[in-house]
């Protein structure tokens, strides 16, 4: 069965541009939820999507903003980007919102 | 003080050690905890989750006690693939954040 698929695998993005990052869950995952995972620090949460909804937030500016599709697949968007904005992001799907997490290989943005 | 707090690491053990990791975590009213694994420049897996009445798959085992808010990862007879980041994750079970993860503690595992 085919994991969390993610793309792009890296972008190399200037300030001030916006990214469109893709997530694909593993089938019959429900639940989405995106991370941004700087050099030496764990993953930190951004949102939870179930069902199409947004199930939670985390302390990320309005910049940040992202949505699940019907088919559960999800998109995150961030504008005018920052250099601190450079990170790993990484998708992960669940079965249902508090289920355990599984990981996507992530995109790799760096920001010029 | 952070959420989910774990050894800072890092730890450098010889083949076949036997290593403990701990985690403690503020929010008392978690639901559910996991411990992942991260290789370098990789995305975390699921190593195991971790239940009140401890868990164990193989060389691995994993103990919570909730009146501590404490969570351990043992792992006997260490490999040189064991070498990794560990990750300790609660799930709040609710609010705006409900998946926390600990900054992790790197293991190296030497010859």
């Given at each position: 069965d085919a994991g969390v698929t993610q793309s792009p695998t890296h972008l190399i993005k200037t300030r001030g541009q916006h990214v469109t990052l893709r997530c694909s869950p593993i089938s019959g995952h429900k639940s989405v939820s995106w991370y941004q995972q700087v050099l030496g620090q764990g993953p930190q949460f951004i949102f939870q999507y179930y069902e199409k909804e947004e199930r939670g937030r985390g302390n990320?500016?309005?910049?940040f903003s992202a949505r699940q599709f019907p088919n559960y697949s999800s998109e995150l968007n961030v504008n005018a980007l920052l250099l601190g904005d450079s990170a790993l992001y990484l998708c992960a799907s669940s079965l249902e919102i508090f289920n355990e997490q599984f990981f996507g290989p992530g995109t790799r943005l760096t920001v010029l | 003080r952070k959420e989910v707090e774990q050894d800072p690491g890092p730890f450098n053990v010889p083949e076949g050690a036997t290593v403990a990791f701990n985690c403690t975590y503020?929010?008392?009213?978690?639901?559910s905890f996991f411990w992942y694994r991260q290789d370098c420049r990789k995305e975390p897996k699921l190593l195991m989750s971790v239940y009140s009445s401890g868990n164990e798959d193989g060389r691995f085992t994993a103990q919570l006690n909730r009146a501590s808010q404490y969570i351990s990862l043992l792992i006997r007879d260490?490999?040189?693939?064991?070498s990794a980041t560990y990750l300790c994750v609660v799930n709040r079970g609710s609010g705006n954040t409900p998946l926390v993860f600990g900054k992790g503690t790197r293991l190296s595992v030497i010859a």
């Open positions: 990320f500016p309005d910049r | 503020s929010n008392s009213a978690s639901q260490s490999k040189l693939s064991d």
